[in-house]
């Protein structure tokens, strides 16, 4: 089992930048792929970026490839997302959630989530 605790969200005007991340306590961290998901009041959550176990693979939702990075740090637990380029359309909670297995694009196919942070930008 993993726990997950996000963080680094924020207020930032257009265009600029913020970085997320997300530590899991509990064990064998390396053998997790992780997704960063996106919610809108009202909206189902949406899939932002994956990364595989090992960092070597990563996925991106076409509305934030070139602008967002994600990676990790495996030695501290952690999975970042590196947010440039941003719009008042990536307000929304950011979560990010855990999988053993190969990543996922899909809500479902994640079984621990954390509480998620909000990021708000601002025109």
């Known amino acids: 089992q993993v726990q997950l605790v996000e963080s680094g969200g924020g207020l930032v005007q257009a265009g600029g930048s913020l970085s997320l991340s997300c530590t899991a306590s509990?064990?064998?961290?390396?053998?997790?792929?992780v997704g960063w998901f996106r919610q809108i009041p009202g909206l189902e959550r949406g899939f932002v970026a994956t990364?595989?176990?090992?960092?070597?693979?990563?996925n991106y939702a076409d509305s934030v490839k070139g602008r967002f990075t994600i990676s990790r740090d495996n030695a501290r637990n952690t999975v970042y997302l590196q947010m440039n380029g941003l719009k008042p359309e990536d307000t929304a909670v950011y979560f990010c959630?855990?999988?053993?297995?190969?990543?996922?694009?899909?809500?479902?196919?994640?079984?621990?989530w954390g509480r998620g942070t909000q990021v708000t930008v601002s025109s």
């Open positions: 990364i595989s176990e090992s960092g070597g693979f990563t």
């Open positions: 959630a855990a999988r053993m297995g190969p990543r996922g694009t899909y809500e479902y196919e994640y079984r621990y």
């Open positions: 509990g064990r064998a961290f390396s053998m997790y792929s």
